[in-house]
């Protein structure tokens, strides 16, 4: 399993961005994904995912401004960032697993924990 994270760049304050996450050697419909970021000095957070079951969750601190979506075909996941602040400054990083045995769950989805395979990050800086 491959997973190949493009789309970060230099963006000004409030605006925006889509993050896409490609995948090979595995279906994203079929498997959970997830987005995480870490800001330098900083530990790595949890920012959106989409469960195999196509439930998505939200990080609370960035629900109304990022969004989360799925292209089966493609295998790929997409991160559409909008109002991006400078404090969204981080490397972002897709993940996978497997497939939840609770689908619905926040806390599972949330966690670092609960994905394999990581992508190498893309780099999102925020300038004021």
């Known amino acids: 399993v491959q997973l190949q994270a493009s789309g970060g760049g230099l963006v000004q304050r409030g605006g925006s961005l889509r993050l896409s996450c490609a995948a090979s050697g595995r279906t994203v419909s079929d498997y959970d994904m997830g987005w995480f970021r870490q800001a330098p000095g900083k530990e790595r957070e949890f920012v959106a995912a989409v469960s195999w079951r196509g439930t998505t969750f939200i990080a609370d601190s960035m629900k109304g401004r990022f969004s989360l979506s799925r292209d089966n075909a493609k295998d790929t996941v997409y991160l559409q960032m909008y109002s991006l602040k400078p404090e969204d400054t981080a490397l972002y990083y897709c993940?996978?697993?497997?497939?939840?045995?609770?689908?619905?769950?926040?806390?599972?989805?949330?966690?670092?924990?609960?994905?394999?395979?990581w992508g190498q990050g893309t780099l999102v800086t925020v300038s004021s």
């Open positions: 993940a996978t697993g497997g497939r939840a045995r609770t689908p619905y769950s926040f806390i599972y989805y949330s966690s670092s924990k609960s994905y394999d395979y």
